[in-house]
């Protein structure tokens, strides 16, 4: 067998033969009920097979694969989420419909070209995918769901709609002063994917938009580009955006030393990993009013302990990981799959193959 890992161009399995596609289990962030464990829809069906006559697509559950079910061929593409593969199946409401790693482990057969993954992040698949087999991350995909929530936390904060609900509650009419995100500037740690649906949006907002990447060429979203330099360029961050992946070079970028060079009245959000900020010390910054305000939805451990001091730290927003949870990840994912099997026939690049000696 011909090993080719993380191409971006991937040959076909045949010239004219069948093209079997698999979709299996659920992606993590379709927040809509799924009582027997498969969601697409007649639509995504028609979607899927009009790419071409070739194609025959196959969609299993989680509960059939985990009872050993095989699918009727073995799959050349496969499309499936990977946020749970690290560990074994939980049976919680959200995770109940995920595929288990070990399964996707047994889908990869010599037959396998490539597997779509539904999360953006790549560290929890990568020590399970076989070296024949390219992956495509879910490029664009949560972008615009992530987006809205921090920008949300932002209004939250800067217009104190949680006083006004207090107030409100109270029948106090008491007038408060707020702020204004218009004028602002935002340093996005991570202009990627996730890092652009933020700024399209805070451009929107009459923000000011900095964006922190290893590529220096200009982005039409952003006002000005870095590479690092973060000394010079906190102390002008009236709000810091972390959408970072998980790598060796990341893990603990954000510690006592960066929330102190932060403006009083700043304000920190996450999207990226847990592991980017540490998260003892945004507790510290907060308690001690370092910084003014904060919004996470990804953490070191999740779920996160019920004896988490973070639960407790004040001016912080938390949201369990499901800040890209959106009724439209279904339509994209599948728009994504169909894209990519196009290209596939085409013999053009795939998209959304991540570096993985980066890690994304």
């Given at each position: 067998?011909?090993?080719?890992?993380?191409?971006?161009?991937?040959?076909?399995?045949?010239?004219?033969?069948?093209?079997?596609?698999?979709?299996?289990?659920?992606?993590?962030?379709?927040?809509?009920?799924?009582?027997?464990?498969?969601?697409?829809?007649?639509?995504?069906?028609?979607?899927?097979?009009?790419?071409?006559?070739?194609?025959?697509?196959?969609?299993?559950?989680?509960?059939?694969?985990?009872?050993?079910?095989?699918?009727?061929?073995?799959?050349?593409?496969?499309?499936?989420?990977?946020?749970?593969?690290?560990?074994?199946?939980?049976?919680?409401?959200?995770?109940?419909?995920?595929?288990?790693?070990?399964?996707?482990?047994?889908?990869?057969?010599?037959?396998?070209?490539?597997l779509q993954s539904c999360s953006h992040g790549i560290e929890k698949?990568?020590?399970?995918?076989?070296?024949?087999?390219?992956?495509?991350?879910?490029?664009?995909?949560?972008?615009?769901?992530?987006?809205?929530?921090?920008?949300?936390?932002?209004?939250?904060?800067?217009?104190?709609?949680?006083?006004?609900?207090?107030?409100?509650?109270?029948?106090?009419?008491?007038?408060?002063?707020?702020?204004?995100?218009?004028?602002?500037?935002?340093?996005?740690?991570?202009?990627?994917?996730?890092?652009?649906?933020?700024?399209?949006?805070?451009?929107?907002?009459?923000?000011?938009?900095?964006?922190?990447?290893?590529?220096?060429?200009?982005?039409?979203?952003?006002?000005?580009?870095?590479?690092?330099?973060?000394?010079?360029?906190?102390?002008?961050?009236?709000?810091?955006?972390?959408?970072?992946?998980?790598?060796?070079?990341?893990?603990?970028?954000?510690?006592?030393?960066?929330?102190?060079?932060?403006?009083?009245?700043?304000?920190?959000?996450?999207?990226?990993?847990?592991?980017?900020?540490?998260?003892?010390?945004?507790?510290a910054a907060l308690r001690e009013g370092v910084i003014a305000g904060?919004?996470?939805?990804?953490?070191?451990?999740?779920?996160?302990?019920?004896?988490?001091?973070?639960?407790?730290?004040?001016?912080?927003?938390?949201?369990?990981?499901?800040?890209?949870?959106?009724?439209?990840?279904?339509?994209?994912?599948?728009?994504?799959?169909?894209?990519?099997?196009?290209?596939?026939?085409?013999?053009?690049?795939?998209?959304?193959?991540?570096?993985?000696?980066?890690?994304?």
């Open positions: 067998m011909v090993e080719f890992r993380h191409p971006h161009v991937v040959p076909l399995l045949s010239a004219d033969g069948p093209i079997h596609v698999l979709v299996a289990g659920v992606p993590y962030s379709y927040s809509k009920p799924f009582p027997d464990g498969t969601w697409l829809t007649e639509r995504h069906r028609e979607a899927i097979q009009s790419v071409s006559p070739r194609i025959n697509l196959m969609h299993m559950s989680r509960d059939e694969l985990a009872s050993g079910a095989e699918p009727a061929f073995p799959p050349e593409v496969i499309l499936t989420e990977t946020t749970g593969t690290a560990s074994e199946w939980d049976d919680s409401e959200w995770l109940r419909f995920l595929v288990r790693g070990r399964d996707i482990q047994r889908l990869q057969g010599p037959k396998l070209r490539w698949v990568a020590p399970i995918l076989a070296p024949h087999v390219t992956m495509v991350r879910a490029v664009d995909i949560h972008s615009a769901g992530l987006a809205e929530s921090v920008l949300a936390a932002m209004l939250l904060h800067a217009k104190r709609l949680l006083e006004r609900v207090e107030n409100q509650r109270a029948h106090r009419w008491d007038m408060i002063e707020y702020g204004e995100l218009h004028g602002k500037t935002a340093v996005v740690l991570g202009a990627g994917s996730l890092g652009n649906g933020f700024a399209k949006l805070a451009r929107a907002f009459g923000m000011r938009v900095a964006g922190v990447r290893r590529n220096l060429e200009p982005h039409p979203l952003y006002d000005e580009m870095h590479g690092g330099g973060l000394e010079d360029l906190l102390p002008r961050a009236d709000y810091l955006i972390a959408a970072l992946p998980k790598t060796p070079e990341t893990l603990d970028l954000v510690t006592a030393k960066q929330l102190a060079l932060l403006p009083p009245h700043a304000f920190v959000a996450n999207i990226g990993r847990g592991e980017v900020l540490n998260e003892a010390d945004l507790a904060a919004y996470l939805d990804v953490f070191v451990q999740e779920p996160l302990g019920e004896d988490s001091e973070l639960w407790d730290t004040p001016n912080l927003l938390i949201t369990p990981h499901d800040a890209h949870f959106s009724a439209s990840v279904g339509d994209r994912n599948v728009d994504l799959l169909c894209e990519n099997l196009r290209h596939y026939l085409a013999g053009e690049p795939l998209r959304g193959v991540p570096d993985f000696e980066a890690g994304y």
